[in-house]
Nanobody, 124 residues
Framework: QAQLVESGGGLVQAGDSLRLSCTAS????????MGWFRQAPGKEREFVAT????????DYADSVKGRFTISRDNTKNTMYLQMNSLKPEDTAVYYC?????????????????WGQGTQVTVSS
């Protein structure tokens, strides 16, 4: 069973950048599709970006397209989310998620493995 650990969150100003990392304990990480989701206070968890097992297929929510980039390094069992031009509305707890199939999905319910989350706060 994969254990996922996020890092890289913090407090930044609008327009700044952050890079989140998600490291998996599972040695078969390269077979997993992965995703980033976020949850703001009082709101439901929402899809941010996903990446398939090879890293060749990515998908983004419209709200982050062109600003965020998802990537992975299977040699390091790590996935990344580069976040540029951050906005106050990006403030949320960001979670990484994994599923034991190479095909990614926008649906949180399709991911059985989750990290503990990392807080991202963007001030105006």
């Amino acid at each position: 069973q994969a254990q996922l650990v996020e890092s890289g969150g913090g407090l930044v100003q609008a327009g700044d950048s952050l890079r989140l990392s998600c490291t998996a304990s599972e040695r078969t990480f390269s077979n997993y599709a992965m995703g980033w989701f976020r949850q703001a206070p009082g709101k439901e968890r929402e899809f941010v970006a996903t990446i398939n097992w090879s890293g060749r297929i990515t998908d983004y929510a419209d709200s982050v397209k062109g600003r965020f980039t998802i990537s992975r390094d299977n040699t390091k069992n790590t996935m990344y989310l580069q976040m540029n031009s951050l906005k106050p509305e990006d403030t949320a707890v960001y979670y990484c998620a994994g599923r034991q199939t190479g095909v990614s999905s926008r649906a949180a319910a399709q991911y059985p493995y989750w990290g503990q989350g990392t807080q991202v706060t963007v001030s105006s």
